[in-house]
């Protein structure tokens, strides 16, 4: 959807606009979570119904996923269960690889969520990179992305959330 100026005044009138630090609706995070990426898996129907079915029936709930694909074609699947879990996940998604003609699956056992949510996000330009680039400048390490068209999600290590948290709150502005 195309950015919509008269729409955008009439909630965040000019001034406002214009202030150093964007308004969003909050701050969202998740912590004791474990990042799994499964690498260099065919593109093909079905593939992401294995792993997330598989996950399931284990009673594993998987709260982040995002799924992208690389230069030799192949798709990479990265998701976030609760870091009790992700044991038995590792297992699964490891068990499942031969029969999915798929690569290896790389975990990261601590890492987090940060969240910023707010209203129109899809018609505000530059609110994804404004939170890139603070985490950036705090040193916090991006290992996965996701956004709709009202929160954009980075996973995180673990060990970096306080300062992730802090450089989201000196960035934006919350209600």
Not at 2 to 26: H, L, S, T, V
Not at 89 to 99: F, Y
Not at 137 to 156: F, G, K, M, P, Y
Request: net charge negative; aromatic share 6%.
């Amino acid at each position: 959807m195309c950015y919509n100026r008269a729409r955008w005044e009439k909630f965040y009138p000019r001034e406002e606009a214009q202030m150093d630090k964007i308004r969003i609706g909050g701050i969202m995070q998740n912590a004791h979570l474990a990042l799994l990426n499964v690498a260099a898996v065919p593109d093909r129907p079905g593939i992401a119904a294995a792993i997330l079915n598989g996950l399931g029936d284990r009673g594993i709930n998987v709260q982040f996923i995002v799924q992208c694909i690389d230069q030799d074609q192949r798709d990479q699947i990265a998701l976030c269960v609760d870091r009790d879990d992700s044991g038995v996940a590792l297992e699964i998604a490891q068990k499942i690889l031969p029969d999915l003609d798929a690569g290896k699956v790389i975990s990261h056992p601590e890492a987090a969520i940060v969240s910023i949510f707010g209203p129109d996000f899809r018609e505000r330009p530059g609110i994804a990179g404004k939170m890139f680039q603070a985490l950036a400048e705090r040193n916090v390490n991006i290992l996965a992305i996701s956004t709709s068209i009202s929160t954009v999600s980075c996973v995180i290590d673990s060990d970096d959330l306080e300062k992730g948290l802090i450089a989201l709150r000196e960035t934006f502005e919350l209600p």
